[in-house]
């Protein structure tokens, strides 16, 4: 049970033991009084109280004592009303009588309600406690020991810290009824719960804990109760990612009904007063004058004091100065000339009679007006009024479009005469009800914030009437820029004011879209219109970032030159542009290009643009407008985007890396390390990851489930998670949400691509795999990033498969600038697809005739699907002796040959030996001598080998020998010869 209920508990038995002590002490004091003869009570003595309800809901009116023992002779309990019985409003229930009176005049009754509006301290029956973000309690923690809500005299105010906050009340009701109560929550950085509990500690159905921003204005709650016992809650904590503090939460007027009777009235409260019986509420007291607690009417203040509405007193007066009045402008006449009007600010709280005080200037000096804004003209009266539609102007009169062209509808402030038609100025805050309190006031060149208090908000409201696309631009669901508000403007402050820009339907539904503190040089700042429910656009100026009761004024002002709209429904031009012609008679009403088509310069027709472009939204003229998508992209079927089907290939020195990321989930999410704000609470970045989306569609998202429920769809996407104790159970809070990628900018290997760089020392790698890099844009501008985010995603093969993704070590939340992301998503979709280069085949031996032939991957494989390993393949062989006979019989073969070649050479080699021979011994005869008969001499085409014999026959070693002995004296070896006539042989 928490504590609060058992406090409610505690008080219920601590009710009955008191009544039953009472009763007790009743019986005593009557015995004594016997005794000492006790005086008679008086009505002064004694006051009446119901007790108890039965089961049939009935009980009894009994007379209690103030103080027990000092009187006797109390009246006699009496059937009292029925349990349900109640009394209207602005009655109470007479408990003498049981019968309901109106109430007098200074005073209220609700009836069976009761109202809380006075918060001077913390009112009977609240409870008030703070924890830790882990829900351990103040008591033992004394950094949040002062975290509690603190009343603030007419409201009571949350804490700014990061600690838990939560203000109870406990309220049994006798029948069905409600709770009612006002709040301020103006910052974003503060998650403000409220929830009701019954005493089972069941929270009720249906309800909305977290409540709405209230965009710089107070917002009314209301919650139906059931009948018996309920606690309320009233939670925040505060969460800023920087050193200032967040605006307080504030809560005022609560009111509950269904309470079982009320018995009293109550007074009005300083600063409210009625002069009715009867009376439900007390009304506040007009400004400069005051009340006290049960007023019936309100006393006007001295001549040298003033009040605000409502006040309870009156403040002195201070000497008036030049921050005291501001100027304007009357309406311009049929000359052409406005006068210069100086005017107190109200409510005047300074006086003209004091010493150096300064006197309000004269006014009705004239000036020349201002011209007229772009789109408008000037009537005869001087008078701005808009074009009519078909034709432009530069502010001095209409022109109609030329044949061929259509007008750029929209709206171009910037000459501030008077305050234009969709637009006003209003106060929001404790001051907003004054009467004739200026926000913004027209200066001729800027329009500007006057002084009024440092505590509230001066609002300038634009309403439009909805966004239409040019003809030329064709729908697209996933590129939704409707329009374009781009406004300059400037603040100059003294102190920590602020300046906001807001967008939303309407005034209940406005988003912060952007804010400025301190001071700010002129500048620009373009916002994005992706939808036609965004049609209302608020520009906010608080000169003092606190809150405060006091109505300070200093001269801190917010300055806006110029505001410009495009694609304004209703809008007017101030130029005209070329369209597509259609067919009609007069060939020169514009007609819709379809999609994918551009402008024609020369005939003004609609040509398709080249496959894998897309068309600029900015210039749709010429083919200069279809616009080149990046590398490894295509258009869409609409050309308003290019996408990737996650499936290409990159060049990889003699071959071809093929990639197919289209396995990976379409959708990813991932949170980066615990990080921590300045004042210690934990927190998380969450990232939305859809690398390549569905065909242009973006697929990622991040909500806002706390401030506002919207969600941001893009490519990548950040959130803002906090952890938070709900009863017990630990629950998620994603606030924040910001896109970071709306476009595809490419894929491709390089760590450059258009102007956005990716670092490769952000993720070093020692793989001989290139990283694949997605490049984005993101078309949301802010103060640090002027052009937009950028974000790049890194894909590196991690055969592990652990698909993890990561931010780099040196920027742990993903950007060091805040304008540029990277991310690194390390798995194994992302290697590239395998092929017959990433593995090798083994060849076994041949055994029993059989070899087989296996592939395996080569390592480490840096592949994944694609191509796939071969099966093992198995061939005949022949075995080993096989191979052994036929290399000794071709051994064998080959020596016999060599042999009988050998031997054929030998012997033509002595063939040879005998010729030479012969020669030379037929050189040395002399001239005169002639040839013995038979000779020898071999003629010219003879033979010798046919005629050359052996005498004998001998054998090899016989031969050799007698060649080597048989030589003559002369030194000549003897040769036996067979002669012509076969006669014996001679020796030579």
């Known amino acids: ?261 009320t018995s009293e009235c109550f007074p009005c409260r300083p600063g409210t007063y009625t002069s009715k019986r009867g009376s439900s509420v007390c009304n506040p007291c007009p400004k400069n004058t005051y009340s006290n607690k049960g007023a019936t009417v309100c006393q006007q203040c001295d001549q040298d004091k003033y009040s605000d509405t409502g006040s309870g007193a009156c403040q002195q007066r201070s000497p008036c100065t030049q921050q005291d009045y501001f100027y304007t402008h009357t309406p311009c006449d049929a000359n052409g000339q406005t006068q210069l009007m100086y005017k107190w600010i109200e409510p005047k709280i300074c006086s003209e009679d004091l010493k150096g005080a300064v006197k309000l200037p004269a006014s009705g000096a004239k000036v020349a007006c201002p011209p007229c804004n772009p789109g408008f003209f000037q009537t005869n009266s001087s008078t701005c009024e808009p074009c009519p539609y078909g034709s432009y102007s530069n502010g001095t009169e209409c022109d109609k479009c030329p044949a061929g062209t259509e007008p750029i509808l929209g709206f171009e402030y910037k000459w501030w005469n008077q305050m234009p038609a969709n637009m006003k100025s209003l106060v929001s805050g404790e001051h907003s009800d004054f009467e004739g309190q200026v926000a913004w006031e027209a200066a001729g060149e800027y329009i500007y914030t006057p002084a009024v208090s440092a505590n509230d908000y001066m609002m300038l409201v634009m309403t439009l009437s909805g966004f239409r696309l040019p003809q030329h631009v064709a729908t697209d669901s996933e590129n939704t820029e409707l329009a374009r508000v781009t406004f300059v403007f400037e603040t100059k402050c003294t102190t920590d004011c602020q300046f906001y820009f807001l ?107 080249p496959p894998n472009t897309f068309l600029s939204r900015e210039q749709p003229y010429g083919e200069e407008a279809c616009v080149p998508c990046g590398p490894k992209t295509r258009s869409n079927t609409m050309h308003t985007t290019c996408f990737s089907d996650c499936k290409f290939a990159f060049p990889d020195g003699e071959r071809t890396l093929q990639y197919d990321l289209s396995h990976l989930p379409t959708r990813t999410t991932f949170n980066s390390g615990p990080s921590f704000t300045p004042k210690g609470l934990q927190y998380f970045h969450q990232f939305s990851v859809s690398l390549c989306g569905n065909e ?37 809070v994603s606030s924040q949400p910001v896109s970071l990628a709306d476009r595809l900018i490419g894929v491709t290997t390089e760590t450059v691509l258009d102007n956005i760089t990716s670092p490769a020392d952000l993720f070093p790698t020692k793989s001989r795999i290139p990283d694949v890099i997605f490049f984005y844009r993101s078309s949301e501008a802010t103060q640090s990033c002027k052009n937009g985010r950028v974000t790049t995603i890194r894909m590196r093969c991690d055969t592990a498969g652990s698909a993890v993704l990561s931010v780099p070590s040196k920027c742990q939340e993903g950007t060091c600038d805040g304008c540029a992301f990277h991310f690194l998503w390390e798995t194994a979709d992302a290697c590239p697809l395998c092929s017959e280069n990433d593995y090798h085949k083994i060849v076994s031996a041949c055994i029993q005739g059989i070899q087989k032939t296996t592939y395996v991957w080569r390592e480490p494989r840096l592949c994944t699907r694609g191509a796939a390993l071969p099966e093992q393949t198995v061939n005949a062989c022949k075995t080993l002796d096989f191979w052994l006979k036929l290399g000794l019989s071709t051994g064998i073969i080959a020596a016999l040959l060599l042999v009988t070649v050998s031997c054929y050479f030998w012997k033509k080699t002595q063939t040879l030996e005998y010729k030479y021979s012969k020669l030379v011994m037929n050189s040395s005869l002399k001239d005169c001598e002639l040839p013995a008969a038979d000779s020898c001499a071999i003629m010219e085409g003879e033979d010798g080998e046919d005629d050359l014999i052996f005498l004998t026959k001998k054998s090899i070693f016989g031969k050799i020998k007698s060649f080597t002995t048989k030589r003559t004296s002369d030194g000549f070896d003897s040769v036996p010869l067979k002669s012509s006539s076969e006669h014996n042989d001679m020796e030579l």
């Open 1 to 261: 049970m928490e504590p609060k209920k058992g406090r409610a508990f505690q008080s219920s038995v601590y009710f009955s033991v008191t009544r039953f002590f009472i009763l007790a002490c009743m019986v005593v004091s009557e015995v004594k009084g016997q005794e000492k003869q006790l005086p008679i009570c008086t009505e002064s003595d004694y006051h009446y109280q119901y007790t108890e309800c039965d089961s049939v809901g009935s009980r009894w009116r009994v007379a209690v004592p103030h103080t027990p023992g000092i009187c006797t002779g109390l009246p006699d309990p009496v059937r009292g009303t029925e349990c349900s019985f109640s009394c209207k409003a602005g009655q109470f229930l007479e408990m003498k009588t049981q019968s309901c009176k109106e109430c007098v005049e200074g005073t209220y009754s609700l009836g069976t309600g009761v109202r809380i509006d006075q918060w001077d301290t913390l009112p009977p029956g609240f409870s008030n406690t703070a924890s830790d973000p882990n829900g351990e309690y103040a008591d033992d923690m004394a950094n949040c020991s002062n975290s509690i809500w603190k009343p603030q005299g007419d409201y009571i105010a949350s804490n700014t810290d990061e600690c838990t906050s939560t203000l109870m009340y406990a309220v049994n009701l006798k029948q069905s009824g409600s709770i009612s109560f006002s709040y301020f929550h103006p910052d974003s950085s503060i998650f403000f719960e409220f929830f009701v509990q019954n005493d089972q500690c069941q929270s009720t159905a249906g309800q909305s804990r977290w409540m709405k921003s209230t965009d710089n204005e107070w917002t009314s709650h209301y919650l139906q109760l059931g009948r018996g016992n309920n606690v309320l809650y009233w939670r925040t904590t505060g969460f800023s990612m920087d050193t200032s503090d967040p605006k307080p939460v504030l809560v005022k007027n609560i009111i509950i009904t269904g309470v079982a009777y």
């Open 696 to 732: 242009g569609k973006k697929l990622a998202s991040c909500v806002d489930n706390v401030t506002n429920a919207r969600t941001v769809s893009s490519y990548a996407c950040q959130s803002t998670i906090i952890p938070s104790d709900v009863r017990g159970v630990k629950t998620v």
């Open 503 to 609: 967008a939303g339907e309407n005034e209940r539904m406005n988003s912060l879209v952007e804010q400025w503190s301190r001071s700010k040089e002129k500048q620009s700042y373009s916002y994005v219109v992706n939808s036609n429910s965004t049609v209302m656009f608020t520009w906010a100026f608080q000169r003092a970032a606190g809150f405060s009761n006091e109505s300070r004024y200093n001269t801190d002002v917010a300055k806006i030159y110029s505001i410009n709209v495009t694609n304004a429904i209703n809008g007017v031009a101030s130029s005209c542009r070329h369209c597509a012609l259609g067919s009609s008679k007069t060939a020169s009403s514009c007609v819709p290009c379809p999609s994918g088509h551009y402008i024609e310069k020369d005939s003004s027709a609609c040509r398709q643009c």
